[in-house]
């Protein structure tokens, strides 16, 4: 089906305005189909011109225009034309739409805990047309006016409040202008927690076997936001604009969350249902901070193209991040951000395909589908810190609501936004916004002696200036801290000549410019005696962020980052510094960049560090004892090979007390059983009896393919390959465990085979849902040079959707990095590095 290219909506939207969008879904027609009424009033600028509307059915039943019948049957690739429009002009098609299972469009799906089903439209991207007939581009917003009929006993919740006007017939409060890919509903038997603010009607929902939970954290969720209702009118100055305000938590989500104005969906694996370390919790409370800053940015004015997709996301992440540290308990928010968001940001940037925050080019929507990444949210929201040490933070935000308030429901573009900026702060922005927005690429930053040197990176060199400090720590302390403007090449940072050898120095320590640091050799050293005594967060994550990096780049031996993990990560007290360096040890440093021969006595070494931390966590009262204890635990549960320990654990015994009957830590306990070969099929179905949650189900799928067994691997491909039935939850749940083994022979054998899997994925799942299960699949934890062929063979292919060649470059470039760091620090065992 082919993606709707620029120059067809912007000749589309120069044709014709939509006045009013009116929906009517029946969803009481079984699981499969649901029914759906469309009227479009629309205008014409040019009466007899033609144009197209958007629509992927099941079935046509009808379509008249201006009350004259078109033939159902000329549907062609999801496009009816539109032949000789007046210029006042209604459309009206009935027609029956099919439920999607992998997470876009209309997502249906039964809750495996009580035979419960729930329904949430995600139309993002491009699958409106799934679900009611329109103009599917941003730039044609128009008010909507929805009515659903549904079973009795479901709560149905849409952008607009819903009123129950009949038994079973919700009708949504006509809308705001909406640009199409925002629109949903929600209908189930949700369970809800309702309340208000600020003359604002509040609701947060779950599917019903999560009530509990529900209710244990809805007020911790609805505190977040009243704080950030408050935050963002008071920098704004203008009104939340789309009446009530419902976060709904639904099954089998894609992304995080999706902005819909009014009726926010969130995956609902944010609904604990066990222990949350406090980065946890954090994430819940920025993902309620970022959708609610995309009311206002993305909502309230959305961008013209999805080019522009950054004026989006890049403001919603930063915001978020402000709004967190100034109104929740988060007040050190910003570590997170550095030590999680910036890490996944400069590994896109050192990807081939990496690309400008602004203006890339997106010649049709799928196509943009990439572009959400680490650039257009991390480095993004950096990029708008130093626009704000750029211009100050009065002239940002003041240009910040001139722009808001220029294009209120309606769109915008760069030119515009910079423009408000310019204005707002009396200063061209033209050069720096081709350097920072226009522009692809991290420099490098490092220090000889007390010069601090600038390297843009070959490919897309620019002379980018930034703001930022250099800081010393030694025996704990810190010695030294310099603010430094950056331009040209080199710059001198002054007072750096005091700083006792020995010390660690830290270019950018409080994280605030965009640059890949490469740490000084000494410093480098250093590392592992002295990063454990840094007492300041943020620059221990920017020091981590900086020593992953130059394992990515290979100039640093992954061995030293495990000499470090081991000194530094059991006194860390930072729950982000935590949870991301240890993910980072067991997902990559130690399966990808090590030897295969060194792996187990590598894990054993994180798993020694997570017992050390164990013990740690006993001598720590309250809640800050039972955040170190869950993460040291589930450090110990991917790494510890002692198979006893792992039954004791498995069965409640000799966990942490606030793991106690935490189902999602035990299947963490079996999944590392079954990896090494220590669990039956029989212990897993009890272990699916004893959890009949979707969650448990999915586990299940997960421990199922680790086990290194042929048949194991058989049946996972098999399952991949064959079940026409498997969702975008259960396909990830597979593929994630497919690759784990420590026997690379029983998995080459499907090296091979991957495009024709993913090609096949591909047939029956959307971009979104099958880029992320293609990441799984890429065999990026085989590093050597018969898998890196096969990758590169992979790229060739012509039958690539462009999500999936995205997810492929990206998992290639992974592969290529581990595979450089192998022939750099083990030249003896590469190539081959089998057994
Ligand atoms: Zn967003």
Redesign the pocket.
Known sequence: MPSLTRAEATSRAALIAVDAMEVDLDLDRGAEVFWSRTTIRFTCRAPGATTFVDLRPRVLHSVTLNGRPLDPASVVDGRLDLADLAADNVLEVVATMGYSHDGQGLHRSTDPADGEDYVYGHLFLDAAPTVFACFDQPDLKSPYTVAVTAPEDWTVLGNGGATVVAPGRTELATTAPLATYFVTVCAGPYASVRAEHDGIPLGVHARRSLEPHLLEQAEHMLQTTRACFDYYHRLFGIRYPFGEYHQVFVPEFNAGAM?NPGCVTFRDTMVFRGAATPDQVLARSNTIA??MA?MWF?DLVTMSWWDDLWL??SF??YMAYRAVVEVTEFRDAWVEFGVGRKLWGYAAERAPSTHPVAGSPAPDALSALGNFDGISYAKGASVIRQLIAHIGDEAFVEGVVAYLRAHSFGNGELTQFLGAMESASGRSLATWSAAWLETAGADRLFLEADVLVRNPPPAHPADRPHTLDVAAFAGGREVARVDVAVSGSRTTVPGLGAVPSGALVVPNAADLTWAEVSLDPETVAALPAELAGVPDALARAVLWVALLGAVHRAEVDPRLALDVFTGAWPSESSSAVLSRTSLAMTSEVVPMFLPSAEQDAALARVAGAADVLIERASGVDGPDGDALAVVAARVWARSGSDTARLRRWADGDGIPAVLDADADFRWAVLRRLASLDALSENDIELAEAADRSLAGSLAALGVRAVRPTVEAKQWAWAALRDDTELTNYAALAVAGGFWVTRDPELVRPYVEQVGDLVVGLSARMGDDAVSRVVTAIHPTQLVDDSTAAASAALLERRDLTPGVRRALVDADHELREALASRRRFDPAATPGDRP
Request: glycine residues 12%; aromatic residues 0%.
């Open positions: 902005e970022h959708e995309h993305g989006n996301e919603a992440e």
